[in-house]
């Protein structure tokens, strides 16, 4: 879970790529770098990011079997909501608890 800013969107094959600003990383299990691209597994603009947007997203680690594949996936069961300060202060509360 991490709050970040959409700088670019670019399609690649039948998946979308984005290009994300990590501004602050709430709970993770991975590194993350202050620049990431994040993926989604379709092309149709699910879920609607705009580009200079800023979104509290849940998204997860994708290996592939062979170990050669690794990248962030936003996947269709994925959070992605558009950030505030009342989603920084429950992400909070909610990361003491768990």
Not at 50 to 76: C, F, K, P, S, W
């Amino acid at each position: 879970v991490f709050q970040g800013r959409i700088l670019a969107r670019r399609l690649v094959g039948q998946e979308t790529r984005y290009e994300v600003e990590v501004k602050t990383p709430y709970q993770h299990r991975f590194p993350l770098v202050s620049r990431e691209y994040m993926w989604v597994p379709n092309t149709c603009g699910c879920p609607p990011l705009r580009e200079g947007g800023e979104y509290l997203l849940m998204a997860r680690r994708h290996v592939n079997y062979e170990r050669t594949l690794n990248r962030i996936l936003l996947q269709d069961d994925g959070y992605a909501r558009p950030w505030t300060p009342r989603e920084h202060r429950l992400v909070r509360e909610a990361a003491r608890h768990c």
